[in-house]
């Protein structure tokens, strides 16, 4: 089952803005290259259209936050670091486009929620996390070979967290 591709929210847009800044600033990027790929993160419309304009800088920004309370979010996150939090809510990662050797660390916590990342058949998934009346589910060892290293911590207390693969019957739930 092939995974959509979603479309690139204005958070992401701005935290992908943050760190060409920052790049800047850092002098790892002139001021024309950062002109040309805040133009590119603007006219962005999906996740895929991002990552090519990200993909060569080390991101030390803070973590890109994605929390829902009460609610169900979808998202392609666009930062190495990434802070996703469910409370009394859900939160979906599609993390499945990662190019590969690419290393995304995930701080994955619910409080009464369930956070799900979605990830490639050739995902390296690490787990540091831990569960308090919670549960921790994630997929064996990927199917393919050369696939991104993606770290998983938090912690979930009376909620779930859950990795899955395209090939899983939880992907599909995952989307909807």
Known sequence: MTQPVLRVSDQEREQAVVVLNQAVAEGRLTWEEHFDRVQAVYAAQVSTDLAPVLADLAVTAAPQRVHAVAS???SAPVSRRVEARATFGAVVLDLSGLPAGERVEVEASSFCGKVTVLVSEAAVVLDGGTARFGKRALPGAPTAAGGPVITVTGRSTLGNLRVVRP??????????
């Open 167 to 176: 090939d899983s019957h939880w992907a599909r739930y995952a989307v909807n």
């Open 72 to 74: 169900k979010i979808h």
